[in-house]
């Protein structure tokens, strides 16, 4: 079976979900259905750059997996999510006020 591709938004630890989104990318890392397709910046100027880049701190104990410090942001647009290839999901790991305004 094929793992389906997953986008996390969130991850770079500008809200307190951030710990939630970066223990998430961990557990994909070695999930038996899933794996990490992309992550999604949450602040604009972050799109584009490397994550390990823009993430200030890496809450899990264990070290930053290189291939996740390497990704590139993805902007917070459908469309720009849609050309990182087959996503089968989106996990939003920001407050309810603006992951609304992304789910438009």
Do not use: Y
């Amino acid at each position: 079976m094929e793992k389906k591709s997953v986008a996390v938004l969130g991850a770079t630890g500008a809200t307190a979900f951030g710990w939630t989104a970066q223990l998430l990318i961990g557990t994909l890392e070695n999930h038996p259905w899933f794996k990490l397709g992309a992550l999604i910046a949450e602040d604009p100027a972050h799109a584009g750059k490397k994550f390990g880049e823009v993430c200030p701190r890496w809450f899990p104990e264990t070290r930053m997996p290189d291939d996740v410090a390497n990704m590139r942001m993805v902007a917070a647009d459908p469309e720009a999510i849609k050309r990182e290839g087959d996503i089968s999901a989106v996990i939003s790991c920001l407050l309810p006020g603006p992951s609304r305004e992304l789910d438009a």
